[in-house]
């Protein structure tokens, strides 16, 4: 019997999703993360699991895995001592930017800070028109001369990047072969293979992350692959990457970039056929895990895909699901501010210590303390039992904060919960009300450890009359491991008018970006009957700055693809910005080809209707604190195992289960549909 297994490593828990091939069989574990070798908690987490199905390692037929290692090292700065080579007179072009500030009307908001500083930035003599004339050829010597001196300053990565290098490669890819040769140590890597597109800031910051967290990665996926190989998985392992797809250990090592969202694209993709089977098209998901909240809006049941954004204040040109990210977590610390002001996060307890309920020596109370102290949380343990809590630790810690702020201590526990609450609303609304969206014309899909403990509130706070709960919510990202396909993304910018004739010219930049497809199925062993290709083009009218994907028909490059290019066009830009301007020059610019090889994927079946009383399911009662009733109020408390399908319950209520818990608010009703999702909803 095969399983297949997928793992997502967090900031607190790493969890772990097992589906058995042969049966439909889908079982979930949970295991503290170990911030100090990620690795090691995988290793764990996986072992444990397999060995409480009764499987061993060669019965794992598939690994996939999503990880935060990317992305807490550009949010913490933990990657390595960085150097670059750019054209002579563009190595200041890295911390000039765009000229903007990160926030409009504040004069003292700091940019973060330059990834290679300005002595490690050296200028060789070259350059490139952007039609791919040579102006100046490449001197070698200088590239030379300038590797030498970076080896001298001890870097241990090398990020290349020449003007125009995307549209001729070969001074980028003479630059490569001598690094090769003066510092075969080193991570090196080059714009044109990184990002190959227009815009020289944006993909000269990708080429410099890029590099920044190559040996970071490269690092920790050997010591996984080599955890992997001790515990005796033969499968082979595969990572997401930020557009939600997975991709090979060895192309994660040389793209570390493309991971950099990799942990919270996994719990889109699962939301994504979660809200399928439940009928639900229209979501937006929450995601709230031990050191953030992550949130997307899926219109039609489908999530954005975005080919730039800036992550933690750098700007990458990559491929990546349009997810929004704020510190707000269960390990999130409260504090007050210099104006006498309680504040949430974003600085967290993570992993180690955690929670001061955790009992392993933190002492300031985080989110997680102010539930286990409103009871909303089992006051006395949690992970269905194998994690002790120390709630008299949690009362003390928050009793220390309502002093300052002058406050009962249930109170502050409240507050605490009220500000995180307002700083997951504000994330929601940038990516709803910001683009046009109604949030309350949306189901909101809570999940994450502690998605369904915060839902009900968060619902409310914007006015959202539904919510759907997942039947693992707590291992949502690790399942949507389970959910996904093999998926790479290939760009090339051509600058043209739409008009016929440019079809040569369209016709020849997806024959190139095609031909990379299969050179990466080839690489990946892909089926020829598992390989999709899907087509875009990056449209503009002539002056805009900013363009629109459109997709291109299958088939053969004629004008009846130039004909509905337009119309996508014309449509696109009537739904973003509410005109169309007849008349106007179009332009395509950038020609997108996203490879996609097909995997067998878990699957879930109905569960037959055992009717509306779910008072089987009940295993208990506890006083839970609600303001709405002006205190502590005795809610029933109910097993998520033992609900069946088509069992309805109203609020107050608690639903418990080993990796999460379902908060149900006075006024509203819940229903197990029949994929065993948690339907919860405003009373009329």
Not at 108 to 135: C, F, I, M, N, Y
Not at 214 to 223: E, L
Not at 246 to 273: C, M, Y
Not at 342 to 353: E, F, H, I, N
Request: hydrophobic share 45%.
């Amino acid at each position: 019997m095969a399983w297949r297994i997928g793992v997502d490593s967090g900031g607190t828990f790493t969890d772990v999703c097992l589906f058995e091939e042969a049966t439909g069989r889908v079982e979930v574990w949970k295991v503290p993360s170990t911030p100090d070798d990620p690795s090691r908690g995988i290793a764990q987490g996986i072992e444990e699991g397999i060995a409480r199905v009764g499987a061993t390692a060669a019965d794992v037929g598939y690994f996939g895995h999503g990880t935060t290692v990317a992305t807490n090292a550009l949010i913490q700065h933990r990657g390595v001592l960085t150097g670059l080579i750019t054209t002579d007179g563009f190595r200041d072009l890295l911390e000039i930017g765009r000229q903007k500030r990160p926030e409009l009307y504040d004069m003292q908001a700091d940019k973060p800070p330059v990834l290679v500083s300005r002595d490690l930035r050296l200028e060789v003599p070259e350059r490139v028109r952007h039609d791919g004339t040579v102006e100046t050829a490449l001197d070698e010597d200088a590239v030379r001369e300038a590797a030498r001196a970076l080896k001298a300053a001890g870097v241990k990565a090398v990020a290349v990047s020449f003007l125009y290098g995307f549209v001729r490669p070969e001074h980028e890819q003479a630059a490569m072969r001598i690094l090769a040769e003066e510092i075969p140590e080193a991570f090196a890597c080059a714009g044109h293979a990184v990002a190959p597109e227009f815009r020289e800031y944006e993909r000269l910051s990708t080429a410099v992350v890029n590099a920044y967290l190559g040996p970071v990665m490269r690092s920790y996926i050997t010591r996984l692959a080599e955890r992997l190989a001790t515990l005796g998985v033969r499968a082979t392992p595969h990572l997401t990457q930020s557009n939600g797809g997975v991709i090979g250990f060895e192309a994660a090592a040389r793209l570390p970039v493309r991971t950099v969202l990799s942990g919270p694209s996994t719990g889109v993709v699962g939301a994504q056929a979660v809200g399928k089977l439940a009928g639900i098209a229209n979501l937006i998901t929450f995601d709230m895990g031990g050191t953030s909240s992550d949130v997307a809006l899926l219109a039609g049941g489908e999530c954005r895909l975005a080919s730039e954004a800036v992550v933690h204040g750098y700007p990458i040109k990559a491929p990546m699901l349009d997810i929004h990210t704020v510190g707000a977590g269960g390990g999130s610390i409260a504090y007050v501010d210099s104006g006498g002001l309680l504040k949430v996060g974003p600085r967290s307890a993570g992993a180690d210590p955690g929670p001061v309920c955790y009992d392993r020596g933190n002492a300031e109370p985080t989110v997680t303390d102010a539930n286990v102290v409103l009871q909303t949380l089992n006051p006395e343990y949690l992970l269905g039992g194998r994690m002790a809590v120390r709630q008299d630790l949690a009362r003390a810690a928050i009793g220390r904060l309502a002093e300052k702020l002058g406050m009962e201590v249930m109170a502050t526990a409240q507050g605490i919960i009220s500000v995180v609450t307002a700083n997951m609303a504000k994330a929601i609304r940038v990516i709803s009300v910001q683009r046009g969206h109604d949030p309350r014309d949306y189901t909101l899909m809570a999940f994450g450890g502690a998605g369904p403990l915060h839902a009900a509130r968060l619902a409310r706070e914007l006015d959202i009359a539904r919510i759907l709960v997942p039947r693992n919510p707590g291992i949502l990202c690790a399942m949507g491991l389970l959910l996904t396909d093999l998926r790479a993304d290939f760009a090339s910018t051509r600058l043209t008018t739409l008009d016929p004739a440019a079809l040569p010219d369209i016709a020849a930049a997806f024959a190139g970006l095609a031909a990379r497809a299969d050179a990466w199925f080839a690489e990946e062993h892909i089926a020829p009957e598992a390989r999709r290709l899907i087509r875009t083009v990056d449209m503009r009218y002539a002056g805009q700055n900013y363009e629109l994907p459109i997709p291109l028909p299958e088939g053969p490059v004629t004008e009846a693809s130039l004909h509905a290019l337009a119309e996508g066009f014309a449509a696109a830009h009537r739904r973003l910005y509410g005109f169309v301007a007849e008349g106007e020059t179009v332009q395509l610019v950038t020609f997108r080809v996203e490879a996609a090889g097909i995997v067998r994927k878990a699957e879930f079946q109905p569960q037959p209707d055992a009717g509306p009383d779910a008072s089987a399911a009940i295993i208990g009662a506890r006083e839970v604190w609600l303001p709405e009733a002006g205190g502590f109020v005795s809610c029933p408390v109910y097993d998520r195992d033992r609900l069946a399908a088509g069992n309805r319950f109203a609020g107050p209520a608690i639903v418990e289960q080993m990796d999460a818990t379902t908060v149900v608010l006075p006024g509203m009703t819940v229903l197990v549909e029949p994929y065993m999702n948690l339907i919860l909803e405003n009373a009329a």
